[in-house]
């Protein structure tokens, strides 16, 4: 460490071992950011090619004499990138003269400057580089275009930088400047990588806070089956109270009216009235079943099922009727379609089961409001549980209602 914090010369440069064996990792934030104020006061000099600094042991020729140059500052680059991940930390706390005054004025120093060719290649790469760290950081403090609070992705300027520094490596025939190049773009690709990683973690539990969990509809068939990865991800005891929630958001995205109803009791987990444009309203009753193994509709869900329709349907008086009882969860058992019809022939309503990956293929389908009556209509003429197969109509009504209207706005504008 006393090496880096003594450098009066060239030759002190050339002299230092490979960042690997100082082991930055060992020190603390702040001894590593005074190890990057070194470094920079070493390296200036050298960047200006101050000829107090010129002098290297064992050099006579004017050639010599800028390899040594060259070779210095690329030795300084791999020292300075390194101790940069290790402190910035702690320029970024405010115990520091701050992390903006650091990085965005000294680039401007060294990018301004004039020394030669061989000094400009190298201020220029570690201008560039700068530039790429201080925009990796601000990407993690802006975030990612897709939530809206940046019109551009900040990512974008890291990839610009690393693609500058890639052109002005190439300017130079020099193999120290080639290898600089390199020190400088792994170590900014390093630290983009890992400011993409925070960012992505930051716009997540951003978009969370804002959508409450906003639907994923890949992981819809995951909830419903109870998958590793769903169960992981929320805890065994949340899965159930989680598809609930996917199922209420998904068919208010189609449209529907949701009213969720009590958990823990013996009733359906939501009530939703039909969008309407297309014949009268109606009410479905929506039960959500969760389960590892496949949905068999065991005898006490079809009894809660059953009473609940029997108790609620005399009371909807201020609701559009009740034209369908629809239980949505995982792949169903053998035994599923003969319950579900046992149980559709029993009530004075119809009771269909659909697959929640149905569900998925269905809203994925439709970019807008279902066809109320074509969904209702598809649903009664389906066999117990619904196929892929079943939801082509509804589908099929969708894109022609869509289809005659873009023609009808379309002869609008033309007249």
């Known amino acids: 460490m006393g090496m880096l914090q003594s450098i009066t ?23 590593c950011a005074d190890l990057v104020e070194a470094i920079k006061e070493a390296w200036l000099p050298i960047l200006e090619r101050r000829e107090s600094w010129q002098s290297a042991e064992g ?9 040594s140059w060259r070779t210095a500052s690329f030795m300084l680059a791999q020292h300075f990138s390194v101790a940069l991940q290790y402190g910035e930390a702690a320029f970024r706390s405010s115990g520091r003269r701050g992390w903006h005054p650091f990085l965005k004025d000294w680039q401007r120093e060294i990018l301004t400057a004039e020394f030669g ?25 802006v975030g990612s275009a897709a939530m809206g609070r940046t019109p551009v992705g900040f ?16 300017a130079s025939p020099c193999v120290e400047h080639a290898r600089m190049a390199h020190v400088l773009s792994r170590s900014l690709a390093r630290r983009s990588r890992e400011a993409v990683d925070r960012r992505d973690k930051a716009d997540i539990e951003f978009r969370d806070s804002v959508w409450r969990d906003a639907l ?33 958001l998904l068919f208010q995205g189609l449209g529907f009216m949701v009213i969720p109803t009590r958990q823990g009791q013996r009733r359906v987990d939501m009530i939703c009235i039909s969008p309407g444009g297309e014949g009268d309203p109606y009410t479905i009753l929506v039960e959500a079943k969760s389960s590892h193994r496949g949905y068999a509709l065991p005898t006490k869900d079809a009894r809660a099922v059953a009473e609940y329709v029997q108790s609620v349907r ?12 629809l239980i ?16 559709d022939f029993d009530l004075p309503v119809p009771v269909r089961y659909m697959p929640a990956h149905i569900l998925v293929l269905l809203r994925k389908a ?15 003429a389906a066999d117990g549980v619904i196929t892929a197969k079943a939801i082509d109509p509804v589908i099929a009504s969708y894109r022609s209602a869509n289809a005659a209207h873009s023609e009808f706005v379309s002869r609008l504008l033309e007249g």
Do not use: H
């Open 9 to 31: 010369g060239v030759a002190d440069v050339l002299r230092l071992p490979p960042p690997s064996q100082i082991r930055y990792e060992t020190y603390s934030d702040q001894q």
């Open 59 to 67: 050099s006579t020729s004017p050639e010599e004499i800028q390899v």
């Open 117 to 141: 060719f061989d000094a400009a290649i190298e201020r220029r790469l570690l201008s560039e580089f700068c530039m790429g760290w201080w925009d990796s950081f601000f990407m993690e403090v």
């Open 155 to 170: 990512d974008l300027f890291v990839f610009w930088t690393l693609e500058c520094i890639s052109e002005v490596s190439m």
């Open 216 to 248: 994923s509809l890949d992981e819809l068939p995951d909830l419903a089956s109870r998958g590793e990865k769903a169960v992981e991800k929320y805890g065994d005891k949340n899965v159930e109270s989680k598809f609930e929630e996917s199922l209420n």
């Open 314 to 325: 005399g009371r909807l008086r201020t609701l559009p009727p009740l034209r369908l009882v």
């Open 328 to 343: 949505v969860g995982p792949e169903g058992a053998k035994t599923l379609t003969g319950k579900v019809k046992e149980l």
């Open 366 to 380: 439709l970019q807008g409001v279902i066809p109320a009556q074509s969904f209702l209509k598809a649903m009664i």
